[in-house]
């Protein structure tokens, strides 16, 4: 008998319909990652009991861990489903289910839409309209920018903001989650970017910032890209009572 993969898949047919389980099996292939399961699921959507069913509806681009969208729970534990691969995971049957964090679009997709919310208010990007009348930007020493690039391989994938325990989309005003606060510390590294350092800190120094992250660490054991997000924090928090200190003292 040719081997199969048994994958369970939470589903969910609307915003506001109530979701259910539904299993599946695929042919096994040598290589295939999640992705590939679920492609396999919509050339032929049949569930496991026989019956043709509408086909799982999942988000994904670029299929090579870059775009951050293809992220979901796998066994419980938030990852990407493109560089998961079927032989690496426990045997038996594999659980897919949206992340929770997020509210469900359908299936295993989820609405992120708070995240880049989240980092339109630390103002996660460079200001540079008309700075090319200004010639060349400023030169960094290769340590900088090596340290830099850490921070930069961030997708927005969503994992950190899944794992943390202290972040619910629907709770904005609660936290800002792990990521925002990140791309906050990344862009304040770059000369260009420290002319809106202030802007920033403000943003981070608000009711829903940096104060409610608990320190749980569950970030950096999730993150794909492994980026040190605690170091982040921790530098994050100096450069956030360096700024509290100097407008207390009026300086």
């Not at 066994?75 to 426990?90: A, F, H, I, W």
Request: a neutral charge; aromatic letters at 8%; glycine letters at 6%.
């Amino acid at each position: 008998m040719s081997r199969e993969v048994h994958l369970r898949i939470r589903r969910q047919d609307a915003p506001d319909s109530r979701p259910y389980w539904q299993d599946f099996r695929v042919p096994w292939k040598k290589g295939m990652n999640i992705i590939s399961c679920l492609q396999e699921i919509a050339r032929n959507p049949v569930d496991a009991s026989g019956q043709r069913v509408s086909p799982p509806v999942w988000d994904c681009s670029c299929l090579e861990e870059v775009c951050g969208a293809c992220t979901m729970l796998i066994n419980g534990v938030p990852r990407q489903s493109c560089s998961t691969l079927v032989d690496n995971l426990p045997q038996g049957t594999i659980t897919l289910e949206p992340i929770g964090k997020f509210p469900v679009v359908r299936d295993l997709m989820v609405d992120r839409s708070a995240m880049f919310r989240a980092l339109r208010e630390v103002r996660a990007w460079l200001p540079i309209d008309g700075t090319h009348d200004l010639g060349p930007g400023p030169r960094r020493p290769p340590a900088d920018v090596d340290e830099a690039y850490v921070y930069s391989r961030c997708m927005t994938c969503g994992c950190c903001m899944e794992a943390c325990p202290n972040y619910d989309a629907r709770e904005f005003e609660r936290f800002i989650g792990p990521a925002p606060l990140a791309q906050a510390f990344y862009f304040g590294l770059h000369p260009t970017g420290e002319m809106n350092a202030d802007d920033r800190l403000d943003a981070v120094m608000a009711a829903n910032g940096i104060t409610g992250c608990g320190n749980a660490q569950n970030c950096v054991e999730v993150c794909p890209k492994e980026i040190p997000l605690s170091e982040a924090f921790a530098r994050l928090n100096r450069q956030v009572n360096r700024k509290w200190f100097a407008e207390l003292l009026g300086r």
